[in-house]
């Protein structure tokens, strides 16, 4: 991205911490059990969890300049359609973190249940990350 922007140009990456992302009250445990192993596969690909919060250390290391950190936490409450975002992850991405067709069907149903009667909040861990070329 550095060799794309011109000279005093911005490069700006929005990235998710999803090691850090919360739900209000706490989901139920089969979610808990996915989300631990989304977490574990995301992690045997080398891809980092935590990536948000490690985005200024990659800019200031590629020689940009003025590197700025902002929180931009997503918030979705229950009956918003981005508190069900999880429920695509689990159709989408499920069969790779649990292979179980059984027990992802069961988190599936836990967590629709979970979103569409007891959320409060999910909180979804977002950083913007710009610097300077």
Known sequence: ?????????????????HQLNEWSPEPPREFRRFWRAFLDWRGAYGWDNLM????PALFDAAGLSRVTSTVDD??????EPAS??????????GAKCMPDETE?????????????????????????????A
């Open 1 to 17: 991205m550095t060799a794309a922007v011109k000279p005093g140009g911005q490069v700006v990456v929005l990235d998710y911490n």
């Open 84 to 93: 069900a975002i999880w429920l695509q992850v689990i159709e989408t991405l």
């Open 52 to 55: 948000g919060d490690h985005l």
């Open 104 to 132: 992802r069907r069961h988190v599936e149903e836990t967590y629709r249940e979970y979103v569409t009667g007891r959320l409060d909040v999910q909180r979804l861990s977002l950083r913007t990350v710009v610097g300077v």
């Open 74 to 79: 997503e918030a979705s409450y229950r009956g």
